[in-house]
């Protein structure tokens, strides 16, 4: 390891995490680490344990084995600092549907004790594309609209990693991309993000790294490009194409489902 690496801890660093819900062995010794500031997609098929590995890390859950520290801290032993640095969207949208956008916005920046409650919430209205809506109650709220109001409320009190998981789940193809730039441009101010997602395409677009959770590990972890390295280019009528990560995808889950 280079003094340069050395000197950047982790936003993220998991080391042989297990976890098991009676018999049924979800992680069964997952390691992975994320750079401050990046964006990172975990991949995976339904139940493959995304959901279980964003609980551990956001404290929501306690893993039966294995390390973890977010920001520096260890989440076992320092929780309560793992959760003021991170935010969580998690996989279910958790707005108060009786309160307007602008209601649900206000209530969470008093309740991370910012002043201005008001100003943070039009802030992120407008950021959001929610200005007209704000003042209606979110039962009339779209799915979209509603995702992106769970996203803006996540960002309240600037946490330094924000926890996606499935962020453009049910959305429509406008409505995706407006999701995605913000989570670009949220890395780019230095946010780290770490987003779970089935869309491979959106993993593709959106992630520094990526990694396949598949039967508890991680067997797969690299750049959009070192993945596709791991399958040759196929031919077609004289023009080389690369791999998609589909592909990738398919031939490491497939890979391993046949070796076992
Ligand atoms: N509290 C729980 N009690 C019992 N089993 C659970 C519990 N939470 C998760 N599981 C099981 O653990 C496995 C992994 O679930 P998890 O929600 O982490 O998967 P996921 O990768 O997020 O799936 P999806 O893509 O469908 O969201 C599933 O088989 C699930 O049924
Ligand atoms: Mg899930």
Not at 6 to 30: C, D, M, N, Y
Not at 41 to 66: E, H, P
Not at 177 to 192: E, F, H, N, P, S
Request: aromatic share 4%; hydrophobic share 45%; charged share 25%.
């Amino acid at each position: 390891m280079t003094d340069a690496i050395a000197e950047r801890t982790p936003a993220i660093r998991v080391r042989g995490l297990q976890k098991s819900f009676k018999k049924l062995h979800v992680l069964r010794g997952v390691d992975f680490e994320v750079a401050p500031g990046s964006i990172f997609a975990l991949l995976g098929s339904n139940g493959a344990g995304k959901t279980t590995v964003v609980k551990i890390l956001s404290t929501l859950l306690r893993a039966d084995a294995g390390t973890a520290n977010v920001n520096g801290f260890d989440i076992a032993t320092q929780s309560a600092e793992v959760r003021e640095t991170i935010s969580l969207t998690g996989q279910f949208a958790a707005v108060d549907e009786a309160l307007s956008g602008r209601e649900n916005l206000v209530l969470v920046a008093r309740l991370r004790h910012l002043p201005a409650p008001g100003s943070v919430a039009d802030d992120l209205l407008e950021r959001f594309s929610l200005t007209e809506a704000g003042a209606r109650k979110v039962t009339t709220y779209s799915g979209g609209m509603r995702r992106r109001l769970d996203i803006a409320m996540s960002l309240i009190g600037s946490p330094q990693l924000i926890v996606l998981d499935e962020p453009t789940t049910g959305l429509d193809p406008e409505a995706r991309i407006a999701v995605w730039r913000t989570i670009k441009q949220l890395a780019d101010g230095g946010t780290t993000v770490l987003l779970t997602t089935q869309y491979l395409d959106e993993a593709e677009q959106l992630a520094d790294r990526i990694a396949i959770l598949h039967e508890g590990r991680i067997i797969v972890n690299g750049t959009l490009a070192e993945l596709r390295g791991l399958l040759p280019p196929a031919k077609v009528e004289y023009v080389e194409q690369q791999p998609t990560l589909e592909d990738v995808f398919l031939a490491v889950v497939g890979q391993r489902h046949g070796a076992e």
